[in-house]
């Protein structure tokens, strides 16, 4: 079985500093790791993907993730925040058994960027 | 590429009715999700289908949903004699290799 926990259900920040939002995973199988997006009353827009090869992922709107197989780890960064940026953030794993993709997901982590 | 929609994007209705909503998948995207996301939480996994086959059901979906997916194009989730708990944002996401897209949801709210 799977499962994805986040490890901060809120982040405060402000606006131009970094952030990390942190996720980590458990399975027995190897797994592709997406992080998502949901701004107020939208659905799921996806940030960036692991599927294979570097462990360092570039998403859009200047967000990277680096998976780590040795502490099932798959943090989510950016350098510099901006007010648009506050959503909540959800890291999610599939194993992609069955040759389909099951999504299981985190709780979410609330990201609000302060002025 | 037109994005998955789905419609409608709110229902309010009362406990007991029987709701129906639909998902229009990217038109090339053989396979399609449902989910259901409640307050605070992540989306959570409901039933699957590769163009009109149902190949999994979630325990989350008791024997007042159904899930259809005639031709397999656009598919709808049907909920019978609703309940509170019913209350969630359902969510449709299709893909055909490695990355599934959602649709904006449908929020549902039982009084």
């Given amino acids: ?115 | 590429d037109t994005g998955v929609s789905q419609n409608p994007r709110h229902k309010i209705t009362k406990r007991g009715q029987n709701v129906t909503f639909r998902c229009d998948p990217i038109s090339e995207h053989n396979r399609l999700y449902w989910y259901r996301q409640t307050l605070g939480q992540g989306p959570e996994f409901l039933t699957y289908f590769q163009n009109e086959a149902q190949l999994e059901k979630s325990r989350l979906l008791s024997d007042r949903f159904s899930a259809e997916r005639p031709k397999g194009s656009f598919s709808t989730l049907e909920i019978q004699r609703t309940e509170q708990g019913d209350s969630a944002m359902y969510l449709c996401a299709s893909d055909r290799w490695d990355t599934q897209y959602f649709g904006p949801g449908t929020r549902l709210t039982v009084l």
Wanted: contains cysteine.
């Fill in chain 1, 1 to 115: 079985a799977q499962s994805v926990t986040q490890l901060d259900s809120q982040v405060p920040v402000f606006e131009e500093a970094p952030v990390e939002l942190r996720c980590n995973y458990s399975s027995s199988v190897s797994v592709y790791l997406f992080w998502y997006v949901q701004y107020p009353n939208q659905g799921l827009q996806l940030l960036l993907k692991y599927l294979s090869g570097s462990t360092l992922v570039k998403g859009i709107n200047g967000f990277e993730a680096e998976f780590n197989k040795s502490q099932t780890s798959f943090h989510l960064r950016k350098p510099s925040v901006h007010i648009s940026d506050t959503a909540e953030y959800f890291c999610a794993v599939t194993g992609f058994s069955g040759g389909y993709n099951k999504l299981i997901f985190g709780a979410g982590t609330r990201l609000a960027v302060h002025p």
